[in-house]
Structure formats: C-alpha cells, structure tokens
C-alpha cells in the first residue's frame, strides 16, 4: 500500500527552524516527485516546494525561497523539508503528496497520495 507519513511539524517563534520529513511506505522514490504543500485557514492550498527524484530537480515558491531547502534522504526513503527564518504567515498545516514529476507550478490536482498533514506554528 503506498502511504506517505508527514512529521515535524511544532510550535517555534519566528525566525527559528523546523525540518519536516515525508516518509514513503509501500513504494520507493527512485521514480517520484515529492511535492510539499501547505494551508492555512482561510486559505488556498499552496504547492511550497518540490524535489523530482528523476534528477534531483528542486522547486521552490517564491515566498520560500532562500529559507527552506528540499531534500531527500535515500537511506530513509524520505523527503525532508528544512525551514529556516519562519515567519508567522508560515503557519499552516503541512502536506506532502506524490506525483511523477515536479510540475510547476505546483497543482495539487497532480499530485496523488497525500499525508495526513502536520502543522506547523510561528507563533511567539
């Protein structure tokens, strides 16, 4: 059974760091993409970033560039999103899904085998 696991998610104030990572069960991610996306209430589910496993591509949206990085753990069979200088409009709930590529921009329409989520608070 193909399963994706969010975890990592907390509460940190603004300007710390959290790492999430996105573990895959039933399926390895030699031939996926991993696409992180988030929603806040209220809010439109936003596509983050995403990291294509065919050529270790990476996607960013523009309001996360330059403070989280995208990456897979091959030991793990994860994909692991590092977020750094958090700012409270960053909170939301954290989702990752699968899809063969990373398609931009980032549609959850695409993507298929969505987490159950993790939330993630910059709060202080």
């Known amino acids: 059974q193909v399963q994706l696991v969010e975890s990592g998610g907390g509460l940190v104030q603004p300007g710390g760091s959290l790492r999430l990572s996105c573990a895959a069960s039933g399926f390895t991610l030699d031939y996926y993409a991993i696409g992180w996306f988030r929603q806040a209430p209220g809010k439109e589910r936003e596509g983050v970033a995403c990291?294509?496993?065919?050529?270790?591509?990476?996607y960013y949206a523009d309001s996360v560039k330059g403070r989280f990085t995208i990456s897979r753990d091959n030991d793990k069979n994860t994909v692991d999103l590092q977020m750094n200088s958090l700012k409270p409009e960053d909170t939301a709930v954290y989702y990752c899904?699968?899809?063969?590529?990373?398609?931009?921009?980032?549609?959850?329409?695409?993507?298929?085998?969505w987490g159950q989520g993790t939330q993630v608070t910059v709060s202080s």
């Open positions: 899904a699968s899809h063969l590529i990373c398609s931009v921009p980032l549609d959850g329409a695409d993507f298929g085998s």
């Open positions: 990291f294509d496993s065919g050529d270790s591509s990476t």
